[in-house]
């Protein structure tokens, strides 16, 4: 089984969005052990409560690292998380720590690249198509190497608030085909086949 700590900020439709497919059995193998806040207060907790998945509050690095230990994480999926993480985190999971950005990566990403002003940005820019990228995360901000990624089309009339809906459906989508893709190459852990219960 693949152990699948979540790390949020936010209102949490991607995390809901899991919950929902592993609980649909579209994501065997994996379960979600715990659910890592930036902050408090944020829908995305209430979410995992509901689920019966433990959450938390965590903002310091060293403490990061333990509840990760202890929830003994295979793979970290930032879902609408706002913090950098630090290279002492990016080490320990190297190649495990997967994040989904509402843009077509290298295009409209980076610094200052989140929520809105991502959409608003497509559409000054006047593109004609938009979409999501699943990709690792690195000491970069979005610039690890790229999993997944599927277009979304921007229409005519668009405003940033439509066109973030449109692509967030699309999120929902390809986050847990990003983890499916990332599972199976994820090396055996101690003792044979991870996947058998
Ligand atoms: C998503 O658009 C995600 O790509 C971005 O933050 C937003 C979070 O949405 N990083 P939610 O909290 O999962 O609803």
Request: hydrophobic share 40%.
């Amino acid at each position: 089984m693949v152990n699948i700590s979540v790390l949020v900020s936010g209102g949490g439709t991607n995390l809901q969005a899991l919950i929902d497919k592993i609980q649909g059995g579209e994501l065997e193998g994996a379960r979600i052990v715990q659910v890592i806040a930036s902050r408090e207060g944020v829908y995305a907790l209430e979410r995992a409560a509901k689920a019966g998945i433990k959450g938390k509050v965590v903002k310091e690095t060293g403490r990061l690292l333990q509840e990760l230990a202890e929830a003994e994480t295979d793979l970290v999926v930032l879902a609408g998380y706002m913090k950098v993480l630090e290279p002492a985190v990016i080490d320990a999971y190297r190649k495990r720590i997967i994040n989904i950005h509402p843009s077509l990566i290298p295009k409209y990403c980076g610094k200052g690249f989140y929520g809105k002003r991502v959409h608003q940005a497509v559409l000054d820019g006047g593109e004609s198509v938009s979409g999501a990228t699943v990709h690792f995360v690195d000491e970069g901000v979005d610039t690890g190497e790229i999993i997944l990624q599927r277009e979304v089309p921007v229409k005519p009339g668009d405003t940033a608030d439509t066109l973030a809906a449109r692509v967030l459906e699309t999120e929902h989508v390809i986050l847990a085909e990003g983890i499916k893709k990332v599972m199976a190459e994820l090396p055996e852990k101690e003792g044979g086949n991870q996947w058998a219960e």
